[in-house]
């Protein structure tokens, strides 16, 4: 696995994980814009409720695969360090609760109410799993 | 084309928009670690020691061709 990881990076996992998990974080912060034109907390003229929710849904599949493909890259690559306990922790609860929220999506509609929140905790795991990782390690 | 679609297409376009800002800025700033930025420079280190070399031994030559004559 570190040998795949390494050749598809062309020797530079780490750098590309950061890019990756950078451009997971910011379309995190378009899909908080995106879900409070869904649920009309916010109104512009140029975009409907139900395109935004739309929108939000395809960018939300999109981020689903970057953190899918981070994660095999961090465990596969890195594995877990003693000294990144806070992200493995927040990482790990981010995939279970992404997998939840998908779940809560596509089968288990009688849980809609939830949905706000965990997307919500989504949002909230993933930027402490970035600034635990990618942001420390931009910030230097 | 329905209006739903176009602001729906047009909102994609925003990310992918957002999704080309980040990794510009992201690689921008990472830039100079990178490990073919890393392997380029060394790669120009050693071609300039190798130029080096080849001058001192060049010289070390005409030298010695100097010796000779005399």
């Known amino acids: 696995m570190e040998s795949f990881v390494e050749s598809l990076t062309r020797g530079n996992p780490t750098e590309v994980k950061v890019v990756l998990a950078s451009v997971a974080t910011a379309l995190a912060v378009y899909q908080l814009v995106l879900i409070c034109v869904a649920y009309a907390k916010l109104r512009p003229r140029f975009l409907a409720g139900e395109a935004a929710g739309r929108a939000h849904r395809a960018s939300g599949d999109a981020i689903v695969v970057l953190l899918v493909v981070v994660a095999v890259m961090c465990l596969g690559y890195f594995g877990i360090e003693d000294d990144g306990a806070l992200h493995a922790a927040t990482g790990a609860a981010l995939l279970v609760v992404l997998a939840v929220k998908v779940v809560v999506l596509r089968w288990w509609h009688a849980a809609g109410r939830m949905l706000p929140v965990l997307g919500g905790l989504v949002f909230g795991l993933l930027a402490l799993t970035w600034a635990s990782s990618a942001g420390a390690f931009l910030a230097g | ?70």
Do not use: C, D, F, H
Not at chain 2, 37 to 45: H, P
């Open chain 2, 1 to 70: 084309m329905r209006p739903q679609t176009v602001q729906m297409i047009g909102s994609l376009l925003v990310a992918l928009a957002i999704v080309a800002a980040v990794i510009v800025a992201v690689t921008a700033q990472l830039g100079p670690t990178s490990a073919a930025e890393l392997e380029a420079r060394q790669e120009r280190e050693r071609q300039r020691i190798e130029a080096q070399e080849e001058r001192r031994e060049r010289r070390q030559e005409r030298l010695e061709e100097l010796r000779e004559n005399r």
